[in-house]
């Protein structure tokens, strides 16, 4: 096989299994050429990816030698990401009654949710998460996307139990929004103590929910560390937690004059 | 840039984005090579995944002119994927009381969601689906992969409605195992008339659940083309529904043995 075919067959590889790491070897022994060989072929991924900011390529050397592909975006395409939702968000079509917005379709895109995803794997990667949780159920898709980004397991916080989730854990917390109580719940194997874990939700009013799914973290002997929010509300002011990072601020629904005021976050504007 | 470069840049466009058709115009501009030149790019490509067994490379010809990546598994690939899952399955510590068996770690990590997506997809893609239609909660990670891999929207019918989703369709169903009636309701917007839906879901039993959003689909004038379904149990016997397309077979759980007879569904084994 010819380095460009080598090429098309690593590159391949290496993107549909994002963060995820491969012996250089392996590579060598598949295709039948020398270690040095190989490592001009991954230097040349590695600088094309570079040059038209398409991530990151990393080579990790030692005895066993791996790469692995990193999603990365530039704070400049994040911003484009976000921004077109933004835009999509501002159609007045999405104003439901009680100023609700409607947003399934955008959680429902493959690309929006891809995108999405590596802005988050992009901002967290250095917290080496070893999980990505979320609760049931609108946060999901944004939260496996995050999960694939990173090569980690995607847990799922149930609001209520189930006989094939075996022992859980039950917690009550408080919804910032609504204030009212609500209960979320775990099976007491879908974690493993003392693991680093990124909470991801698509959506974020006072933050109860965040700020339950974090105490819950605790009762696991998890550390929580990072909080990505797909889309914030301006209201309430006071919110239940504070070291969240949201991508798209939700200040106001008017119902009467049809409008959705909406940005990117303040971080992806500077 | 090289060819070499340009084959690792063509490779990442295409594979992160599966059945998303790219025009070839489009990748001879960002270059600035010749059409001619850039169809040799991509005919490497496509003869690398061939050759290798790593999905399709197709390119449409006409005015436009495209190319897509679309993700194919041999039946022997699937086969591999679906024993190792089966494998997983047959650990004794899943076993629950009840006869239950621990799942979601599996339906939690990206490699073999990834893998399952790209089997129902290589399945369905034939069928053309305009969307991928799945019941919350355990099926949405199944059913977004799937999505994923054949480039179309995620739709997640809900147990409950909620203000955000505006005017739903609310129906009952006999689920089938359990014998009682359920809930399942969908916002009116959430699929276009005359639209080819494929359903996914993580467990079947009766096939109760998979006939209701059949049924449901009926009421927005959309045509099933496939129903995908990653463990069937082999109770009950009789099932609601025939013409699905399970991937393993979940025939016994024996809490006395403490034995999990699973295998992958015949269809993968001919």
Redesign the interface.
Known sequence: ?R???R???I??TL???PHHVFAVGDFATLFDVARSTLSE?LA??R???E??E??RVETISGAVGGVRYMPYFTRKQSLEHVEAVCNRLREPERI???G??????LI????I??NVGQIFATEFQKQDPEYVVTV??AG??VA??T??AL??????V?RQSR????PVLTMNFLSGSARHVETMSL?R??LARNSRVLLVDDFMKAGGTLRGLSDLMGEFECSVVGKGVFIETGWPEEKLISDHLPLIYLQEVDTVAQKVVVSPADWILT
């Open positions: 096989m380095r460009a075919h090429i098309a067959a590159t391949k993107v549909e299994q072929d040349i991924i600088s094309t990816f040059r038209l398409m991530g439901l009654p009680g609700f917005i409607y947003t399934d379709d429902s895109s493959p690309q949710l891809r049931e159920t999901i898709p496996l996307q999960a694939n090569d980690v397991p995607l847990v799922v149930r006989p094939t989730e075996g099976s194997r879908a």
